[in-house]
C-alpha cells in the first residue's frame, strides 16, 4: 500500500500537466526507500521498478502498459489489470493472505543492493542506451525511405 504523502505528490503531478510516468516516478521513489530501509529487498533494480510501476497503476497513474515485443505476455496483462483496477474500470481484489505473506517473505529475501546508487545508475545508463539505439534506429530508417 503507497503512503498518502506519495499519491498526493502523484496526484500532484498530474494536476500539473506532467506525463503519468513522471508521477509513478513518485512510486519507484518510494519502493526505493522501502529497500534501504530494509523492509524488503529486490533481485534487480529492474524488479523495484516494476513494483513501483503496478503501485502507480492501481493507485490511478493512468501509465499505459508496455507495448507488444517491450516485455512479455504476462507482463503486459498484469499492467493491463493494474491500469483497469486503478482507473475503476475493475474491482480491486484483495490478494489471499497465504500468497501476500509468501510475496513478503520472498522479497525480504532478495538483497537490498538493487537500491543502491551504484545498482540505479547501471540501471539508467542501460535504459538510456536501448533509447538510443532504438532513436537510431527509426532515424536510418526514415533517411532509406526517402
Known amino acids: 500500500m503507497p503512503s498518502k504523502t506519495t499519491v498526493k505528490r502523484a496526484k ?8 503519468p510516468s513522471t508521477a509513478a ?3 519507484v521513489r518510494e519502493e526505493m ?14 524488479q523495484a521498478i ?3 510501476l503496478s503501485k502507480a497503476r ?18 503486459r496483462q498484469s499492467a493491463k489489470r493494474d491500469l483497469a483496477t486503478g482507473q475503476g474500470r475493475r474491482k480491486p481484489r484483495t490478494t489471499s493472505a497465504r500468497r501476500r505473506r509468501a510475496t513478503t517473505k ?20 542501460q535504459a538510456a542506451r536501448r533509447r538510443r539505439r532504438s ?10 525511405a526517402r
Open 135 to 144: 532513436t537510431t534506429a527509426k532515424s536510418t530508417r526514415k533517411r532509406a
Open 106 to 125: 520472498a522479497l525480504r529475501n532478495e538483497p537490498r543492493s538493487a537500491a543502491s546508487h551504484r545498482a540505479l545508475s547501471r540501471q539508467a545508463k
Open 33 to 46: 526507500e522501502h529497500i534501504r530501509e530494509g523492509k524488503h529487498g529486490a533481485r534487480s533494480s529492474k
Open 25 to 27: 516516478g513518485e512510486f
Open 50 to 52: 516494476a513494483i513501483g
Open 58 to 75: 492501481r493507485a490511478g497513474v493512468p501509465l499505459q502498459a508496455p507495448e507488444e515485443g517491450r516485455t512479455s505476455r504476462r507482463t
Open 12 to 19: 500532484a503531478d498530474l494536476r500539473a500537466g506532467k506525463k
